[in-house]
């Protein structure tokens, strides 16, 4: 295979940037079906997560397409051989599996404060955005907004003026254009049956006052997110 080891900064870049100039010196022409993620992981010494997150990179910037069921193939594209130039990935974000690891360390914490220190005002603000939630999702309406809204008011329970802005600076990286397009492959905004259910399990330990309970809950609720992300979309 013609790659080679890379790094550990900015993975998921460096390997996007390797495949993309295999693609520009036409190692890979156009219709060529890329190895399966667990093969280019072996090849390139890295984890899947990250050949996912590359192979993002490279649908954005227009250079490959996944075609569900089938793999991800090289798309037809003007690039040029003798001036190869690195695509830039600057702009589509960080790791998506980054975002949700530090959300699982960060806000598993942020729920086990909040059940002690929410106040019944608190509390009944988290319930009520549950139960917006329950209703949006019974009429077919979008959901992101109560989701992130329920995370950001748990936070601010805390009472801890720093953990609020990092939730939510958490949240926004979410929009980034890697997020993005593989929360709408894996189908994580269509999730919304298990995710209705965490909160309910979050809200329920935060009422009571269960600590442990509550971070186990965020916990268990932003690992399922996680295993979402990793879904296969391909075949072997």
């Not at 910037?61 to 130039?85: H, I, N």
């Not at 729920?111 to 988290?126: G, N, P, Q, T, Y």
């Not at 801890?160 to 905004?189: D, I, M, Y």
Request: net charge negative; with cysteine; aromatic share 4%.
């Amino acid at each position: 295979m013609p790659f080679q080891p890379v790094d550990s900064q900015r993975l998921y870049q460096q390997v996007a940037d390797q495949i993309s100039e295999l693609i520009r010196a036409q190692e890979f022409p156009v219709g060529h079906r890329l190895l399966p993620e667990r093969d280019l992981a072996k090849a390139l010494g890295v984890s899947r997560p990250v050949v996912r997150e590359a192979m993002i990179a490279l649908e954005i910037a227009g250079l490959v397409e996944v075609r569900t069921g089938s793999g991800t193939y090289v798309k037809a594209r003007s690039l040029s051989a003798q001036k190869p130039q690195p695509i830039v990935l600057g702009d589509v974000g960080p790791s998506p599996f980054d975002i949700i690891s530090a959300r699982v360390l960060i806000e598993g914490e942020v729920a086990f404060v909040a059940a002690r220190e929410a106040s019944a005002r608190d509390l009944e603000d988290i319930g009520a955005i549950h139960q917006e939630m329950v209703r949006k999702m019974a009429a077919g309406e979008a959901t992101e907004d109560c989701d992130r809204r329920f995370h950001e008011r748990i936070a601010r329970a805390t009472r801890n003026t720093v953990l609020p802005t990092l939730v939510e600076g958490l949240w926004s990286n979410q929009f980034a254009p890697v997020f993005s397009v593989l929360s709408k492959r894996t189908g994580l905004t269509e999730n919304r049956t298990a995710t209705l259910a965490a909160h309910a399990r979050i809200t329920e330990a935060l009422v009571e006052r269960d600590g442990a309970g509550a971070r186990a809950a965020m916990h268990a609720h932003l690992e399922q997110v996680l295993d979402v992300l990793m879904r296969d979309d391909e075949t072997a």
